[in-house]
């Protein structure tokens, strides 16, 4: 999203470290026109997500497989690639979670994505528009694809 503070990104050694949310992964797993951007801003650093990340790319695939978008086995392939990504996972407090969730009205799987992100102080990558801003908002740093 242009036009928002962004910040900068945090250095582990020599490795930057982001927390990325399921838009962006289904982006670089399913080729859509935002990967290479992503791929490109990623490269060489550490991946780091809620554990709840499983759940919403679980959930993504069953709900294109659904609208007949894709089929199971082709959903299967995508998950294998999801795995080969190198991600942390970490677990968020829920209490915290909830209160995010209700003071920014929005739903609790996006709060833990941003409760990631400051736990860590890292930068945030999505392509999902409301997420970035309420980041934004909330003076969490965006990168920008």
Known sequence: MRGH???????????????????????????????????????????????????????????MIKRRRITRESAIRAIA??????????????????????RQNIYAYDAYVLICAQQFALPLISLDAALVRTAAAIVLGVIDV
């Not at 990325?20 to 951007?37: F, K, N, Y």
């Not at 990504?85 to 995010?100: C, M, R, S, Y």
């Open 81 to 102: 690639l999801y795995e080969q990504i190198p991600i942390a996972f970490t677990e968020v407090d829920l209490d915290q979670a909830v209160t995010l969730a209700a």
């Open 5 to 63: 503070t962004y910040c900068t990104i945090v250095q582990i050694g020599t490795r930057m470290e982001i927390v990325i949310d399921t838009s962006a992964i289904l982006a670089v797993i399913t080729g859509e026109p935002h990967r290479p951007a992503i791929l490109a801003a990623t490269q060489g650093a550490t991946l780091r997500a809620p554990t709840s990340l499983h759940w919403e790319i679980g959930n993504a695939f069953s709900a």
